[in-house]
């Protein structure tokens, strides 16, 4: 009795050992595809719902799309060098590369999907020429768009930046300002916000878009739709021949995408491929 007890208990360890070889992973039944998962960081408005609109046709590939939502410019790059990402979507080309070479990190654009002219917008007024002597103007604080603001500013014919400074322009290169504005920085995100303490704001439209302001119809003045500042998908230098990121950059430069773009946004939002 001790030997075939012995012996039924020997099989049940030797079973244990073959059946718990591959945990509890399971290979995908004949004709179904292993599902990936690919973590994407983005703005809200358009880049989630540009996520949202093409997630179905990447889970047809087997790619699970996860789409982290920010409300600022640095945390998304930060967490794509982490590998907390594995990709993002929410900034044009000038910004990743100035971001990353002051920060030192790999990052690299993917494609590019859409444009989204930068305008200028106010509460108290309904055309620039209204503005007041000293008017408060609210730009974006980090760099890249505050030097867009102000080259739109500038286009604008409220004043005047040193010459060969671009997009790269300051306060401190602003070398003609006929009315006074007093140009104040403010976080891109928080510009909408702050309308009501100022005369006018030179606001992203992703965050117009968030605050219900319409990039055609509210906005006094806006950026021609040539603009170079195409949104971009950021990687890791490295990724770009990952099968999932290849097939993200496809399916947001799709034919489906572009007539979502025109027909969701009508000119707010401008397809870049």
């Known amino acids: 009795m001790k030997k075939i007890l012995a012996a039924v208990l020997a099989f049940a360890f030797v079973l244990g050992l073959v059946t718990g070889c591959g945990g509890d992973k399971k290979e995908p039944a004949k004709g179904e595809t292993r599902k990936v998962v690919l973590k994407v960081g983005a703005t809200p408005v358009p ?3 540009l996520l949202n609109f093409v997630k179905p046709v990447l ?3 087997g790619i699970d ?3 982290i939502e920010f409300s600022d410019y640095v945390k998304p790059n930060l967490s794509l060098n982490d590998k907390e990402l594995d990709a993002n979507f929410f900034q044009h080309t000038p910004y990743l590369e100035k971001f990353a070479a002051e920060r030192k990190l790999p990052l690299v654009t993917l494609t590019k999907v859409h444009i989204e002219p930068m ?4 509460k108290t007024v309904k055309n620039l020429d209204q503005l007041p002597q000293g008017s408060k ?5 980090d760099p890249t768009n505050g030097g867009r603001a102000l080259a739109l500013l500038e286009s604008a014919k409220l004043l005047k930046l040193k010459e060969g400074v671009g997009i790269n322009g300051t306060p401190r290169d602003i070398v003609a300002n006929p009315k006074g504005l007093v140009i104040i920085e403010v976080e891109a995100a928080l510009l909408p916000r702050s309308l009501d303490d100022v005369s006018a704001s030179v606001i992203n ?3 117009a878009m968030e605050a219900k302001l319409n990039p055609v119809k509210d906005s006094l003045f806006t950026e021609p739709k040539e603009s170079p500042y195409a949104n971009i998908i950021a990687i890791r230098k490295g990724d ?3 099968p999932e990121l ?13 007539k979502f773009i025109d027909d969701k946004y009508k000119g707010a939002v401008v397809p870049a491929f």
């Open 205 to 207: 439209s992703n965050f």
């Open 65 to 67: 799309l996860q789409i």
């Open 119 to 122: 305008g200028v917008y106010s």
């Open 137 to 141: 103007i609210g730009i974006p604080n």
């Open 59 to 61: 889970a047809k590939d």
């Open 246 to 258: 290849v097939k993200l950059a496809k399916a947001l430069t799709s034919p489906e995408v572009k």
């Open 240 to 242: 770009e021949k990952r």
């Open 47 to 49: 880049h989630a719902e």
